[in-house]
């Protein structure tokens, strides 16, 4: 089965701190996404990443960097959270190759900053 | 860009019944891919089905069936026989048949919310 894990499912956080969610998959993907949901938005792409070491910005990637140094991981970093960061975060990961370019998904990160 | 378009915030149906959600999508590529996401209250994303825009046969996964109108740019989804297990949030998304760089994006919609009355 695919598997697509996000360490931590719920996080409070201060205004100001260093926030990193840690995403691995276990498919041998070449692309992984970081997405974010908030209620009537729908899902929002902040940062993507196709192979190791590259990235490309997303839709909304102000206030959010990644890192990709391995295959399998995929690290969403908010260098200083504020409180409109506030919201759900998805990761996910897909390739081109067997699985018919679907994407797969996490269970999601909660993330409160206050 | 490509941008994707339910018009339904939310839409209620009665177990057993069978209800269909609507998805419009603009794009100016001819060849992609189309696909309906659920999400219960577990927040896990599931795909229920997807779409080949090459294909003009419409996609079925047992209950779930699309209206594929490529002409229209138009990807509703049937729900046959509707189970309390079907509430959650739907969301239709596109993604570009090209390879490479953002192309490999899922663009979503805004979701629509189901509920199942029993």
């Known amino acids: 089965d695919v598997k697509v894990t996000q360490s931590s499912r719920y996080l409070v956080k201060r205004t100001g701190e260093k926030v990193f969610l840690e995403c691995v998959q276990d498919?041998?993907?070449?692309?992984m996404f970081w997405y974010r949901q908030d209620p009537g938005l729908g899902l929002r792409l902040i940062y993507f990443?196709?192979?190791?070491?590259?990235?490309e910005k997303g839709d909304i990637p102000e206030g959010y960097s990644v890192s990709r140094e391995k295959k399998e991981r995929f690290s969403l970093i908010l260098e200083s959270a504020s409180t409109n960061q506030t919201s759900m975060y998805l990761c996910a990961s897909s390739d081109d190759r067997g699985t018919g370019n679907t994407i797969y998904f996490g269970e999601g990160s909660w993330l409160t900053v206050v | 860009a490509q941008t994707v378009t339910q018009s339904q915030p939310e839409m209620s149906v009665q177990e057993a019944e069978t209800v269909t959600l609507s998805c419009t999508y603009d794009?100016?590529?001819?060849?992609?891919?189309l696909f309906w996401y659920k999400q219960p209250p577990s927040r896990q994303m599931i795909l229920v089905i997807r779409?080949?825009?090459?294909?003009?046969q419409n996609a079925t996964e047992n209950r779930f069936s699309v209206n594929f109108q490529k002409a229209a740019k138009s990807f509703s989804l049937k729900i046959s026989d509707s189970q309390l297990g079907d509430a959650a949030m739907y969301f239709c998304a596109y993604r570009s048949r090209n390879s490479g760089g953002s192309n490999y994006k899922l663009t979503f919609g805004k979701g629509t919310l189901l509920t199942v009355n029993p």
């Open positions: 498919m041998d993907h070449e692309n």
């Open positions: 779409q080949e825009a090459y294909k003009q």
């Open positions: 990443s196709y192979d190791v070491k590259m990235k």
């Open positions: 794009t100016s590529e001819s060849d992609y891919y």
